[in-house]
């Protein structure tokens, strides 16, 4: 089966996108999946710093110039992850050209998870017309939340389905947004709760992935229950975990 392809997006910046991709790219690919991560982040390219990778020589921009052909981008990170960089884009992208260039390595890979521009542009389209489904990542506050609804909306426009919400930096205050409010109002399913956790920023430090930084911290955990649902698969942490987890600590 060709590879299936999940935009992660978000509109306001700072809420862990890119963390995100990172992490749930590494659960899959420890599920034995074929995973190949994707910068669309054209303005403010970072996703190949989480894996060390500095000044990459191969990048997405050369494939639009046509210079190489797509897997020429790619690099490897171990057998089942891969990551294809990209560096600062300043000529105008024609929104469907990320599309084009993704459809030949759809064969090569289980996942394709592209890292989207927080910024509502052609650049975010560029994802939202390559993606066959998008992620959602909010955090529970009242200002992300509405971002959050605009970019559903985009979306929906797009006629691109979209496979739940990831609620981020969650710290289980009762002044934070609850899970049935963020779902009442986007009207999409909340499917990963990552709770606050230092083990997150201390990975990007390190330059590795938290899956891989801190295994069994909470936020690893939560990771992988996410990559799970995502494909259709049991966690052994039990998928509503986090979830359970969020609820019981809102009513403290």
């Known amino acids: 089966m060709p ?7 978000s509109i306001k910046g700072g809420v862990g996108k890119t963390t995100s991709t990172v992490n749930i790219g590494t659960a899959l690919s420890e599920m034995n999946k074929k995973v190949l991560l994707v910068d669309a982040d054209f303005g403010s390219p970072n996703l190949a710093l989480h894996f060390g990778i500095v000044n990459p020589s191969k990048t997405l921009n050369m494939v639009f110039q046509g210079k ?26 024609h929104p469907a050209l990320l599309k084009e260039k993704l459809q030949p390595l759809r ?32 955090s529970p ?9 605009y970019a559903v909306r985009v979306a929906r426009k797009q006629k691109t389905p979209i496979a739940g919400l990831l609620v981020n930096r969650i710290r289980g205050k009762k002044f934070e947004l609850t899970r049935q409010e963020i779902e009442d109002a986007a009207g999409v399913p909340v499917i990963g709760a990552i709770f606050d956790d230092l083990a997150v920023p201390a990975s990007v430090a ?3 992935p938290a899956l891989q930084f801190k295994p069994w911290a909470h936020s690893s955990r939560a990771y ?21 987890r969020w609820f019981e600590n809102r009513r403290r």
Do not use: W
Not at 72 to 82: C, G, M, P, T, V
């Open 206 to 208: 390190q330059t590795e």
């Open 224 to 244: 992988r229950q996410v990559a799970a649902h995502i494909a259709d698969e049991t966690s052994a942490d039990g998928f509503f975990s986090s979830l359970r």
């Open 107 to 138: 064969k090569l890979y289980d996942y394709i998870l592209i890292d989207a521009s927080p910024t509502l542009n052609e650049t975010m389209l560029a994802t939202i017309l390559a993606s066959d489904e998008l992620l959602v990542v909010t």
């Open 141 to 149: 506050d009242y200002p992300t939340l509405n971002a959050t609804l």
């Open 3 to 9: 590879a299936r392809i999940l935009g992660i997006v």
């Open 68 to 93: 190489m052909a797509p897997h020429e981008a790619i690099q490897r990170y171990n057998d089942s992850l891969d990551v294809m960089p990209c560096s600062v884009i300043t000529q105008k992208v």
